[in-house]
């Protein structure tokens, strides 16, 4: 057991979290127009998209949805903050910026629907959708788990993630973009997919798929390497985890809801 305490204990803040209630004062009430002039300074100033702003529980912050991430702002705009937000309430810790962020993926998530390579279980409990890239050990040795995970009724829901990126400093298309781009693009790509991550060559395909989405997307909600998961309740959980490890977190998880 005390291999899985620290999983555990970030599960647990994580359940805290999505208990937690925001404080009604921190509510920073900003006009339609007032919300586009900081849009607009932000964008100016830092280049960043700004796609949402929000109260935070934080009274005197803002927190901003980018499209380089989760920010915390000054009303005024003058003041950035990037990092964790934690509430503390006698012994009880909140990772607010954690729930936040595990918002974040289930809402975004959607927009890959019809995007990504599954590998459904015959008799699903629990479904999780990984980052993954085919020039990654670790993700070579989830993936050849694969029958386990199912047999254990885990479904599992792949979304590209080319970790040399998606454009080099050349501005042209990366290899891992293109392998990962002919993969999702094959007739069948779960055998394409389960041949590349075994060595097999990949012949060079070319359609419209969301490979560059699907990057930008896990490096919006803090991915940084792969295999990452995201689990059913938003928490990303970050490297490879065998199959009885991860059926004993989503169990763990389903207990504690």
């Known amino acids: 057991m005390v291999k899985y305490s620290v999983v555990f ?6 359940q805290t979290a999505f208990c937690a209630s925001v404080n009604p004062e921190a509510s920073n009430d900003l006009s339609v127009k007032q919300q586009e002039q900081l849009k607009q300074q932000i964008s100016v100033n830092l280049g960043l998209q700004v796609l949402s702003i929000e109260a935070s529980p934080m009274g005197s912050l ?26 503390i309430a006698g ?30 279980a015959k008799d699903e409990k629990y479904v999780v959708t990984v980052f993954t890239d085919i020039t990654c050990g670790y993700c070579r040795q989830m993936h050849e788990k694969m029958d386990e995970y ?47 991550k075994a060595g097999s060559s990949i012949a060079l395909r070319i359609c419209d798929k969301k490979i560059a989405e699907e990057f930008n997307f896990g490096r919006q909600i803090g991915v940084n390497s792969t295999p990452a998961i995201i689990l059913p309740n938003g928490m990303l959980m970050p490297g490879y985890r065998k199959p009885d490890d991860l059926l004993n977190i989503l169990q763990s998880m389903s207990t504690d809801s």
């Open 9 to 14: 204990l970030l599960l647990f803040f994580m």
């Open 62 to 87: 803002l927190e901003l949805v980018t499209n380089q991430g989760l920010f915390y702002s000054s009303v005024d705009g003058h003041f950035l903050v990037q990092g964790k937000l934690y509430g």
């Open 91 to 120: 012994d009880t810790v909140v990772d607010h910026t954690e729930f936040s962020l595990a918002k974040m993926r289930i809402d975004g998530l959607g927009q890959f629907a019809q995007d990504m390579i599954v590998y459904p």
């Open 150 to 196: 199912n047999a254990k009724g885990i479904t599992v829901r792949y979304l590209a993630y080319p970790r040399a990126g998606v454009k080099d400093q050349q501005s042209q298309y990366t290899n891992g973009f293109k392998d990962l781009r002919s993969i999702w693009c094959h007739e069948d790509p779960n055998m394409a997919l389960t041949k590349a």
